[in-house]
């Protein structure tokens, strides 16, 4: 066969040969297509820096990712084989940017077969600010009240403050972060444990850990109070004389736990004068001593009024009966 003979060969009925083509390429394209299948997954979008500036406004948290490729390549990625991320490392000068979003997939994953990943959107417009770190104080937040008669004395934090990072503009606007709010609600002791930091601006991040170890010590609740009119008690005197004083009452100041003082009243030998060093007539000045019961060992007598008192003393025929205790 020569080649003219070949040329007419192939050129017989040319149009329904390359419809048949045509067709065959179409044929090959569908099933190709059948064996390809398409996911969409939303994942978070992380930023990755190395450099001087930082995001100044909002940017999404998340966005759709679209996976394409083998339906048996891509039936086992998830939200979490797959990392979306802008890279704002080569930025140098504050101002506006459109920054393409990049992705790749986390290192443990290995795809099968051809896989296209594409994101919307593709583009991101973002404003970046100069970068700076600022420490700040973090103050502990306490909701409800302990139980009756306590109250906290004594709270603190580990560290007491902590570095944050983000645009200048943001940063230099925080004077102080708090913890989540931690219950004392009818507490009747104190605990310690981690108590987290709130921030609620994802431009701003807590450099190192944004936990801190609190502590918070409850006690009973202290009250002073004041106790007018007590008579003064002597005791301890001697039968054979008679002791007379212009002084028959004093005052107490008492501090202590407010439930237990609040119902407590003063015993009636609770201001003492001992006589039994007097054995002999005269004019005496002699100490009034505040005496507590052992059940009472929580009160503190800060202050007691007279501190003296000045008595005299005469001989007199007395019997036991009439042994005075004023």
Same mark, same amino acid.
């Given at each position: 066969m020569? *080649?003219?003979?070949?040329?007419l060969?192939?050129?017989?009925?040319w149009?329904?040969?390359?419809i048949c083509?045509?067709?065959?390429?179409f044929l090959?394209? @569908?099933?190709?297509?059948?064996l390809?299948?398409?996911?969409y997954?939303i994942?978070?979008?992380?930023?990755e820096n190395?450099g001087t500036?930082?995001?100044?406004?909002?940017?999404?948290?998340?966005?759709?990712v679209t996976?394409?490729?083998?339906?048996?390549?891509?039936?086992?990625?998830?939200?979490?084989?797959?990392?979306?991320?802008?890279?704002l $490392?080569? @930025?140098?000068?504050?101002?506006?940017?459109?920054?393409p979003?990049e992705?790749?997939?986390a290192?443990?994953?290995t795809?099968?077969g051809n896989?296209?990943i594409?994101?919307?959107?593709?583009?991101l417009t973002?404003?970046?600010a100069? $970068?700076i770190?600022?420490?700040?104080?973090?103050?502990?937040s306490?909701?409800?009240i302990?139980?009756d008669?306590y109250e906290?004395t004594e709270?603190?934090?580990?560290?007491?403050?902590?570095?944050?990072?983000?645009?200048?503009?943001?940063?230099e606007?925080?004077?102080?972060l708090?913890?989540?709010p931690?219950?004392?609600e009818?507490?009747?002791?104190g605990? $310690?444990?981690?108590a987290?930091? *709130?921030?609620n601006n994802p431009?701003? $991040?807590?450099?190192g850990?944004?936990?801190?170890?609190?502590?918070?010590?409850?006690?009973? !609740?202290?009250i002073?109070?004041? @106790?007018?009119?007590?008579?003064?008690?002597?005791?301890?005197?001697?039968?054979e004389l008679s002791?007379?004083s212009?002084t028959?009452?004093g005052?107490?100041?008492?501090q202590?736990?407010?439930?237990l003082l609040?119902t407590?009243s003063?015993?009636?030998n609770?201001? !003492?004068v001992s006589?039994?060093?007097? !054995?002999e007539?005269?004019?005496?000045?002699?100490?009034?001593?505040p005496?507590l019961?052992?059940e009472?060992?929580?009160?503190?007598?800060?202050?007691?009024?007279?501190?003296s008192?000045q008595?005299?003393?005469? @001989?007199?025929?007395?019997?036991?009966d009439?042994?005075?205790?004023?």
């Open positions: 020569n *080649i003219k003979q070949i040329l060969r192939l050129t017989e009925n149009p329904v040969k390359i083509l045509v067709f065959a390429v090959s394209e @569908f099933y190709r297509g059948t390809l299948d398409k996911r997954l994942v978070p979008l992380t930023v190395d500036l930082a995001p100044a406004e909002q940017y999404p948290a998340k966005i759709k996976v394409w490729g083998d339906a048996t390549g891509i039936g086992s990625i998830g939200e979490n084989d797959i990392i979306a991320f802008i890279n $490392s080569d @930025f140098k000068t504050e101002g506006t940017y459109r920054i979003i992705t790749r997939l290192g443990t994953v795809p099968l896989m296209e594409s994101t919307e959107p593709a583009i973002l404003r970046l100069t $970068s770190r600022k420490q700040v104080p973090v103050m502990l306490l909701k409800g302990p139980a008669g906290v709270s603190s934090l580990e560290p007491a403050a902590v570095e944050i990072e983000g645009p200048a503009e943001l940063v606007k925080i004077n102080e708090v913890t989540e931690l219950s004392i009818a507490r009747t002791n605990f $310690s444990g981690t987290s930091i *709130i921030n431009l701003i $991040s807590i450099v850990k944004s936990q801190v170890q609190s502590t918070v010590k409850i006690n009973e !609740t202290t002073q109070k004041k @106790f007018d009119n007590i008579p003064i008690y002597f005791e301890k005197q001697h039968k002791i007379t212009d028959k009452t005052s107490l100041e008492v202590g736990p407010k439930k609040e407590w003063p015993s009636e609770i201001l !003492t006589c039994e060093s007097i !054995t007539g005269g004019v005496y000045t002699l100490p009034v001593v005496v019961s052992a009472y060992s929580k009160l503190q007598i800060l202050q007691v009024n007279p501190k008192v008595v005299t003393v005469e @001989f007199t025929e007395v019997s036991e009439d042994e005075m205790h004023r």
